[in-house]
């Protein structure tokens, strides 16, 4: 069974940075894109994020270009966002997501990302 858990969600005023983290299990994760994906109140689900199973190639949309950071780290089968100078307009429930073996697509699409965590909440105050 694949589990797949996201950490570091917090409340934090402009500009302000966090970290997200990402742990999944029960997949092969040498093998697996892994992306970020954000969910605002009322809004569609977006993919923010994402790199490539071997960590050759990212993807960073261009709200978060500059700012964010995707890095992953095999050895510790673990995913990470690094969030600089927060906005309020990053405010969101923020998931974490693996691909089946071999998928890569940027910008993320979420259908190509069966396994998803539960989410993290980030809140961004003016």
């Known amino acids: 069974q694949v589990l797949v858990v996201e950490s570091g969600g917090d409340l934090v005023q402009a500009g302000g940075s966090l970290r997200l983290s990402c742990t999944a299990s029960?997949?092969?994760?040498?093998?697996?894109?892994m992306a970020w994906f954000r969910q605002a109140p009322g809004k569609e689900r977006e993919g923010v994020s994402c790199?490539?199973?071997?960590?050759?190639?990212?993807y960073h949309a261009d709200s978060v270009k500059d700012r964010f950071t995707i890095s992953r780290d095999n050895a510790k089968n673990t995913l990470y966002l690094q969030m600089n100078s927060l906005k309020p307009e990053d405010t969101a429930m923020y998931y974490c997501?693996?691909?089946?073996?071999?998928?890569?697509?940027?910008?993320?699409?979420?259908?190509?990302?069966?396994?998803w965590g539960r989410g993290t909440q980030v809140t961004v105050s003016s």
């Open positions: 029960g997949l092969n994760w040498d093998d697996s894109t």
């Open positions: 790199i490539r199973w071997d960590g050759a190639k990212t």
């Open positions: 997501a693996a691909a089946r073996g071999g998928y890569y697509s940027a910008p993320p699409r979420k259908a190509g990302f069966g396994y």
